[in-house]
């Protein structure tokens, strides 16, 4: 859950969603599956905590 219930940059309607998020480092890249709460209007994506730490750590595996 949110914790604002509409886009705080364009103020749009944010529904749940599946995307893809594309991660490099040189000429690494790693593709992965998420949930993220996404902007009906901007496309901004919000994730939740759970997925910018598992964000952080393949970025971290990819630079090591």
Known sequence: MLPFD????????IAE?????????????AALELSAYVCCTCSERF????????LEKIRAELEG
Do not use: N, Q
């Not at 969603?17 to 890249?29: A, D, L, N, Y």
């Not at 994730?47 to 598992?54: A, E, G, P």
């Open 6 to 13: 509409e886009c705080p940059v364009c103020a749009g309607l």
């Open 47 to 54: 994730y939740s905590f759970k997925s910018i730490k598992h």
């Open 17 to 29: 969603k599946e995307v893809t998020e594309i991660i490099t480092c040189g000429k690494k890249k």
